[in-house]
């Protein structure tokens, strides 16, 4: 869950940040004041290219990673290699995201 965080960190980190900072304020009644702040940070991680790109293409790396931390529980070391495969396929598929859009944005001027 923790590369997770990160990468939806990545792609939505306003959202993130407004939405922590709510929690923080509001310690005794930040489910009910942080509402809209945790929605905006929902639809950002569920709609966002870049995290959809990942999810879409990465979604076997994920898997395989998921299920390794599930089988070793105490025992995250052992799941390093399918957390490097994650991470290298979630890079690549940022990058062909990035070139993409890039690419469109030329062949739109």
């Not at 990160?6 to 489910?31: H, M, R």
């Not at 529980?73 to 052992?78: E, L």
Request: one cysteine or more; glycine letters at 4%.
């Amino acid at each position: 869950m923790d590369v997770v965080m990160k990468i939806v960190a990545k792609y939505c980190k306003n959202e993130l940040e407004t939405y922590g900072e709510c929690v923080q304020n509001n310690p005794g009644d930040w489910n009910v004041k942080c509402s809209q702040y945790k929605a905006r940070l929902t639809d950002c991680s569920s709609t966002h290219p870049g995290v959809k790109c990942i999810k879409t293409n990465c979604k076997e790396e994920f898997t395989a990673y998921d299920m390794c931390l599930k089988e070793n529980p105490g025992k995250v070391d052992s799941c390093m290699s399918t957390l490097v495969k994650f991470l290298e396929c979630a890079d690549n598929a940022a990058l062909n995201l990035e070139k993409s859009i890039k690419s469109q944005r030329e062949t739109d001027k």
